[in-house]
């Protein structure tokens, strides 16, 4: 029985979970090569040769061997009845997420059928209480006064909902470059797990915990060069598990504003989907239309390699989980870590452009 040590549960969750995806990962690759089911080439994407992107199927399967294995440990034995079906909900509303996300690997579903697909299985989540239910207000705003607001039914429904499509699509936009929306997910995973801790919800931080263990091991083999995509059933998988996570974990324990902490956490998959939906509009195109707008693309045109521009990303979402475990009253420690890797953003930025004026000064020299 683990139940009475939750450290233990969330090491044994994430180093079980890494194992098992970089076990089960190859065998995946081996069968998608072998039934031809792979992602082509194009002038758009950043890969040259035929690549299976069916590594989703990794990301789940060590996903649920680690909490598999912690559930017959005890792990989750303690939960109250309201808990156990909001973690059991979560990990099913997943799952679903991942089969809406592999058809479209398998099949190439149109855009409108995949929307309409998440936005029934969150409606089905929020109706078994995976739901934003209240707004916590520090201080008094727009004549409301401070503490809880009870969030109408229709309007709980529909922050749960967009809450939920919004970070799951996100995600997955963010999955351009190889190791990229892995690492990120896996760096937002271990922010919620250790806010989750700090506001005494070990229950989603078990799940956080598995979940950035699967990201780890898949990273085994999706950092760059990449052997293996993750696939649309696997960027959905991740996103809507943060998503969901973030709602039974850290916003159940906040006194202050609800869903401020995982919404710094995933800030930067969230800006850069609003950034380029924005953009896509501004020019009378479709939100859904293939482009070349998102922050990696950006970053590559501004003369940053692959893997310059993945860790940069990397360090980008550490920092800003940093700041969100230093406003969750976590030790003072991470307040350094935010400092540290802010300096180290600044000077990686700082070499980049000078080496770009040495390069044009040169240039101009010649």
């Known amino acids: 029985m683990i139940s009475s040590r939750p450290d233990l549960a969330a090491v044994l969750a994430f180093g079980i979970a890494a194992l098992s995806t970089a076990l089960v990962v190859p065998t995946v690759r081996q069968a998608g090569l072998r039934w031809g089911l792979t992602d082509q080439p ?33 792990g989750f034995v303690a939960l109250s009845s309201q808990r156990d079906s909001q973690i059991w909900t979560t990990i099913a509303g997943a799952l679903c997420f991942f089969v809406i996300g592999l058809a479209d690997d398998l099949f190439a579903l149109p855009p409108l059928p995949r929307l309409a697909g998440q936005v029934l299985v969150a409606m089905a989540v929020w109706s078994q209480g995976v739901q934003i239910g209240a707004i916590d207000l520090p ?10 607001i009870e969030l109408p039914a229709g309007l709980s429904l529909l922050a749960t909902v967009i809450w939920l499509v919004g970070i799951t699509n996100a995600i997955n936009w963010l999955d351009g470059l190889d190791g990229l929306a892995a690492g990120v997910s896996g760096i937002a995973a271990v922010g919620l797990l250790s806010v989750s801790y700090s ?18 091991g898949f990273l085994r083999h999706n950092f760059n060069p990449a052997r293996i995509f993750m696939g649309d059933g696997g960027s959905y ?15 159940k324990g906040l006194t202050t504003v609800s869903l401020l902490l995982p919404l710094l956490i995933l800030s930067l998959p ?30 590559l045109r501004a003369g940053f390699s692959h893997r310059r521009t ?41 070499a980049r452009r000078s080496l770009n004026l040495e390069q044009q000064q040169a240039g101009d020299g010649g």
């Not at 194009?42 to 909490?67: E, N, Y």
């Open 139 to 148: 201080v008094h705003l727009f004549g409301a006064p401070a503490g809880a």
């Open 199 to 216: 506001l005494n919800q070990p229950a989603p931080g078990l799940l956080a915990a598995a979940l950035a263990g699967s990201c780890l």
């Open 270 to 299: 969230l800006a850069d989907m609003s950034a380029v939906i924005m953009g896509r509009l501004s020019q009378g195109r479709s939100p859904f239309y293939p482009d070349r707008r998102h922050l990696h693309h950006r970053l």
């Open 42 to 74: 194009d002038s758009r994407k950043q890969h040259t040769t035929p690549m299976v992107r069916l590594g989703g199927v990794g990301i789940v399967a060590g996903f649920v061997i680690a909490l598999a294995l912690i559930w017959g440990l005890g």
């Open 237 to 251: 998988f991740l996103g809507f598990a943060l998503a969901s996570i973030s709602i039974v974990g850290p916003a």
């Open 310 to 350: 993945v860790v940069l990303i990397y360090a980008f979402t550490q920092w800003l989980a940093a700041l969100a475990l230093v406003l969750a009253n976590a030790e003072l420690r991470f307040l350094w870590l935010a400092l540290a890797t802010a300096v180290l953003i600044v000077v990686v930025i700082a």
